[in-house]
């Protein structure tokens, strides 16, 4: 048997009745209607057969008209004060309040509603947050290494040769290029940040990137000594690219800030003197690049893989193996993964016999269009 419109106009129901739920407002408004008439109805009968003044009938009509009327419209406008108090709090930059949602009628699909508005208002701030410290992570390390140069040279440690003055530079130039991402970072919600991916040889990229995190290490190591306190120099850094010759296609940046983060947050949790290697490997596809960055610090437990990439996680090993290093802000890993993300490859904590090992899989070119 069919329960389509047709077949309710069919069987008499009103079109403008047709898909009214049986608990909606106008349900209800209709129900205090039909007890109001069967309640004076009633009443008018009861006083024809016992002969009462019809002024009592009608005094205790209206008595129990308004008794109901008030019991409907308290239950009606009740859930809407819930409403305006969630939305003024709302408005006021509290977006941890939600509406008690316990009805089926339309104030609550009103209340789920603003509940959904104000679960993405709370996402959005949270990520605007994020994107804040996103930001100021990234700009630390330049800003460090080109304070640590500068000082260096005034204080009369180092003169101002090429070579120092190229360290500088490309600290400054590091600097620049990561305040040009402030745009590109604006609009990852939107996802449209754009990927300025080329083909490029491994082994001199990597072994750049290699060699400008043993300067920013002795450059943090240079202004901890001048405030008492330590940073990782005793970190010794591998590079094992094979094939020699082997190329890839991708955003040198953003795979410099996976590179770079990863680095830094090995040297974090390696031993006193330990190692930290980076391999590099042809993956399946075409100019597809598989990365590995291992450490032999103590490992993550298994039961925390799943949140190694969550921003803010610093995991259960509370203070780094290494001595005289911080835990850092829980940032790095989640930027690497954003990263990766935006080539669409995979990232995530690989079987390691000691320590911990973080593969990446980059997906090389796009397929060409025939």
Same mark, same amino acid.
């Given at each position: 048997?069919?329960?389509?419109?047709?077949?309710?106009?069919?069987?008499?129901?009103?079109r !403008?009745?047709?898909?009214v =739920? /049986?608990? =909606?407002?106008?349900?209800?408004?209709?129900?205090?209607?039909?007890?109001?008439?069967?309640?004076? &109805?009633?009443?008018?009968?009861?006083?024809?057969? &016992?002969? &009462?003044?019809?002024?009592?009938?009608?005094?205790?009509?209206?008595?129990?008209?308004?008794?109901? &009327?008030?019991?409907?419209?308290?239950?009606?406008?009740?859930?809407?004060?819930?409403?305006?108090?969630?939305?003024?709090s709302?408005?006021?930059?509290?977006?941890?309040r939600?509406?008690?949602?316990?009805?089926?009628?339309?104030?609550?699909?009103?209340a789920?509603?603003?509940?959904?508005?104000?679960?993405?208002?709370?996402?959005?701030?949270?990520?605007?947050?994020?994107?804040?410290?996103?930001?100021?992570?990234?700009?630390?390390?330049?800003?460090?290494?080109? *304070?640590?140069?500068?000082?260096?040279?005034v204080?009369?440690?180092?003169?101002?040769?090429?070579?120092?003055? *190229? #360290?500088?530079?490309?600290?400054?130039?590091r600097?620049?290029?990561?305040v040009?991402?402030?745009? $590109?970072? =604006?609009?990852? $919600?939107?996802?449209?940040?754009?990927?300025?991916?080329?083909?490029?040889?491994?082994?001199?990229y990597?072994?750049?990137?290699?060699?400008?995190?043993?300067?920013?290490?002795?450059?943090?190591a240079?202004?901890? !000594?001048? !405030?008492?306190?330590?940073?990782?120099?005793?970190?010794?850094?591998?590079? $094992?690219v094979s /094939?020699?010759?082997?190329?890839?296609?991708?955003?040198?940046?953003?795979?410099?800030?996976?590179?770079?983060?990863?680095?830094?947050?090995?040297?974090?949790h390696?031993?006193?003197?330990?190692?930290?290697?980076?391999?590099a490997?042809?993956?399946?596809?075409p100019?597809?690049?598989?990365?590995?960055?291992?450490?032999?610090?103590? %490992?993550?437990?298994?039961?925390?893989?799943?949140?190694?990439?969550?921003?803010?996680? *610093?995991?259960?090993?509370?203070? /780094?193996?290494? /001595? %005289?290093?911080?835990?850092g802000?829980?940032?790095? @890993?989640?930027?690497?993964?954003?990263?990766?993300?935006?080539?669409?490859?995979?990232?995530?904590?690989?079987?390691?016999?000691? %320590?911990?090992?973080?593969?990446v #899989? @980059?997906?090389?070119?796009?397929p060409?269009?025939?």
């Amino acid at each position: 048997m069919s329960d389509g419109p047709a077949a309710r106009r069919s069987a008499g129901v009103p079109r !403008s009745w047709a898909g009214v =739920s /049986p608990f =909606s407002i106008k349900t209800k408004l209709a129900a205090l209607v039909v007890v109001s008439v069967l309640i004076t &109805t009633g009443l008018s009968m009861i006083a024809v057969h &016992t002969k &009462t003044e019809l002024r009592f009938i009608m005094v205790f009509s209206m008595i129990a008209t308004l008794l109901i &009327t008030q019991f409907v419209a308290h239950s009606l406008t009740a859930p809407l004060d819930d409403m305006n108090a969630v939305a003024r709090s709302i408005s006021q930059g509290d977006y941890t309040r939600r509406v008690q949602v316990n009805r089926k009628d339309e104030l609550g699909d009103l209340a789920q509603t603003i509940n959904v508005m104000a679960d993405e208002l709370e996402a959005q701030d949270r990520r605007r947050k994020e994107l804040v410290a996103n930001v100021s992570h990234e700009l630390r390390t330049p800003i460090a290494g080109l *304070r640590a140069v500068l000082e260096n040279i005034v204080d009369g440690v180092t003169e101002a040769d090429p070579e120092t003055m *190229r #360290t500088a530079l490309k600290q400054s130039e590091r600097l620049g290029r990561l305040v040009e991402t402030l745009l $590109d970072l =604006s609009r990852l $919600d939107n996802g449209v940040v754009p990927l300025k991916q080329r083909r490029f040889e491994v082994w001199p990229y990597l072994s750049g990137v290699l060699k400008e995190a043993n300067l920013v290490a002795s450059a943090r190591a240079g202004i901890a !000594s001048d !405030s008492g306190s330590h940073t990782r120099t005793d970190v010794h850094l591998h590079l $094992d690219v094979s /094939p020699p010759e082997l190329t890839a296609h991708a955003d040198p940046e953003r795979i410099h800030q996976v590179v770079a983060n990863l680095i830094d947050n090995a040297v974090k949790h390696s031993p006193p003197h330990g190692r930290v290697t980076v391999k590099a490997r042809r993956g399946p596809q075409p100019e597809s690049l598989e990365l590995e960055v291992l450490d032999e610090g103590p %490992g993550i437990p298994r039961a925390e893989w799943h949140r190694v990439f969550e921003r803010f996680n *610093r995991g259960s090993v509370n203070r /780094p193996h290494g /001595p %005289g290093s911080d835990g850092g802000t829980g940032l790095g @890993l989640a930027i690497a993964r954003w990263a990766v993300d935006l080539h669409g490859g995979k990232i995530g904590v690989a079987e390691s016999e000691r %320590g911990c090992r973080i593969l990446v #899989t @980059l997906p090389g070119s796009p397929p060409r269009q025939s």
